[in-house]
């Protein structure tokens, strides 16, 4: 077989070590080397060690030289909602004069919005849509990434999306995991209705996950647990119906009010528990005690104005495992630049760089069950890998908003070159 080496690099961030989410003071061990490269063959690290014994040990490998920069895993963005229409530029205006998020959305703005545009929008119109997004997020060096549905709201549009998300896994470079979040909201047209709710949450129950788990469309069932949108007794009926049908389970938890959503989650065991900013002190404790990582998503919050971060150092402190995402949607975060998350980790969030690096990398992988493949540059593990412009794994969170990644590989293909 085939064998490409990784060579050159001024430093190596490996994120080498035990297969699963990192915890306190392991989030601040990111396994920084010097002298250090990487072998590939096919879709597989099949050896990291110095350029020289690489080299001894494969004599006639293709090289991809580095060029003294930053060798690194690749990004994993565990939470996103790039399948969708139109932007909602205008909603960041009216924020701006004190309209909440939530009274948009019971306006009919918010997800509603995208939800009306992505039901007159076409299979082939939201493919074509999300194809440069992703290579965005490429651009920015994520190898893996997580897409949700939640704007179609009938059984219907939700599996149409989910289809479009498949359409993506089979044509772009670039792990997808695809997720339903057909309980992003109660469709407008249930609020009003006598037990519209209940109908939704019947329907979501008895068509939609079934029928998700049946044509193998998502991992992940989703849902927004939030005081307003669906609360504890709701999320947890809806959850326990869709690992019934037989899918894993993610949450939308806690972001703006503390409804019980990251308790819950902790008690469900799901795979993740994402957003964060309103966590009760109950709340980090039970995540800290559970398996469940912590996906902390700091544009959104930075995006809506809110003045404050979910408590990403009382969660460590904890020892809760916490990943970074960039919850990349046309509402609330419409951000492709991955590496701006490691700077907000830093300056909003107080995380140190190396613990930015394993939430970006390894914690990312355990929070869509994927810890055992992506992640790290280590032996066994899927060849995930991005060359960036810097000769210091602190340059990447230091320059605000530049875009340093020169090459990416997704198991072993590149999908990204600058």
Same mark, same amino acid.
């Given at each position: 077989m085939n064998t490409t080496l990784f060579v050159n690099a001024a430093q190596t961030v490996t994120c080498a070590g035990?297969?699963?989410?990192?915890?306190?003071?392991?989030?601040?061990?990111?396994?920084? =080397?010097?002298? /250090?490269?990487?072998?590939?063959?096919?879709?597989?690290?099949v050896k990291v060690d110095t350029d020289a014994a690489?080299?001894?040990?494969?004599?006639?490998?293709?090289?991809?030289?580095?060029?003294?920069?930053?060798?690194?895993?690749?990004?994993?963005?565990?939470?996103?909602?790039?399948?969708?229409?139109?932007?909602?530029?205008?909603?960041?205006?009216?924020?701006?004069? %004190?309209?909440?998020?939530?009274?948009?959305?019971?306006?009919?703005?918010?997800?509603?919005? &995208?939800? =009306?545009?992505?039901?007159?929008?076409?299979?082939?119109?939201?493919?074509a849509l999300?194809?440069? =997004?992703?290579?965005?997020?490429?651009?920015?060096?994520?190898?893996?990434?997580?897409?949700?549905?939640?704007?179609?709201?009938?059984?219907?549009?939700?599996?149409?999306?989910?289809?479009?998300?498949?359409?993506?896994?089979?044509?772009?470079?670039?792990?997808?995991?695809?997720? /339903?979040?057909?309980?992003?909201?109660?469709?407008?047209?249930?609020?009003?209705?006598?037990?519209?709710?209940?109908?939704?949450?019947?329907?979501?129950?008895?068509?939609?996950?079934?029928?998700?788990?049946?044509? %193998?469309?998502?991992?992940?069932?989703?849902?927004?647990?939030?005081?307003?949108?669906?609360?504890?007794?709701?999320s947890r009926r809806i959850l326990l119906g869709a690992r019934a049908s037989g899918l894993a389970l993610?949450?939308?938890?806690d972001e703006l009010h503390d409804g019980g959503a990251a308790v819950l989650g902790a008690e469900l065991g799901v795979? &993740?528990?994402?957003h964060l900013a309103a966590i009760s002190d &109950? %709340?980090?404790?039970?995540?800290?005690? &559970? =398996?469940?990582?912590?996906?902390?998503l700091p544009s959104t919050m930075l995006f809506l104005g809110t003045g404050r971060q979910a408590p990403a150092r009382r969660l460590i402190e904890a020892g809760a495992a916490v990943a970074l995402a960039t919850d990349f949607n046309p509402g609330t975060s419409p951000l492709t630049s991955f590496p701006m998350l490691l700077t907000l980790a830093v300056s909003e969030l107080r995380m140190s760089a190396a613990e930015a690096w394993v939430a970006a990398t390894v914690n990312g992988a355990a929070a869509l069950g994927l810890a055992a493949q992506t992640g790290q540059l280590a032996e066994g593990f899927s060849a995930d890998i991005a060359v960036h412009s810097a000769d210091d794994y602190r340059e990447l969170p230091y320059w605000f908003g530049e875009?340093? /990644?020169?090459?990416?590989?997704?198991?072993?293909?590149?999908?990204?070159s600058s």
């Open positions: 035990a297969a699963d989410a990192r915890r306190g003071a392991a989030m601040n061990d990111a396994g920084i =080397r010097t002298g /250090c490269g990487v072998a590939v063959q096919g879709e597989m690290i690489l080299r001894a040990a494969f004599p006639n490998a293709h090289e991809v030289d580095c060029d003294r920069g930053l060798l690194a895993p690749g990004f994993v963005d565990s939470h996103t909602h790039a399948v969708f229409g139109a932007a909602r530029f205008a909603e960041h205006e009216l924020r701006a004069t %004190g309209v909440p998020y939530l009274e948009i959305a019971r306006r009919g703005g918010g997800i509603h919005s &995208s939800v =009306r545009d992505l039901r007159a929008t076409s299979n082939d119109a939201l493919y999300a194809v440069p =997004r992703i290579a965005r997020l490429a651009a920015g060096g994520v190898t893996t990434i997580e897409i949700k549905s939640g704007y179609g709201l009938t059984v219907h549009d939700e599996l149409r999306t989910l289809r479009v998300v498949r359409q993506l896994q089979d044509t772009v470079s670039m792990r997808i995991v695809p997720t /339903c979040l057909g309980a992003h909201e109660v469709p407008l047209e249930y609020r009003d209705a006598p037990d519209g709710r209940l109908a939704w949450i019947v329907a979501l129950e008895e068509e939609l996950h079934p029928a998700v788990a049946r044509e %193998g469309l998502a991992v992940f069932a989703d849902i927004f647990a939030e005081p307003g949108v669906f609360t504890t007794e709701e993610k949450m939308h938890a795979t &993740s528990a994402d &109950s %709340g980090i404790a039970a995540l800290a005690a &559970s =398996r469940t990582v912590a996906t902390l875009r340093l /990644c020169r090459v990416a590989w997704s198991r072993g293909r590149a999908c990204h």
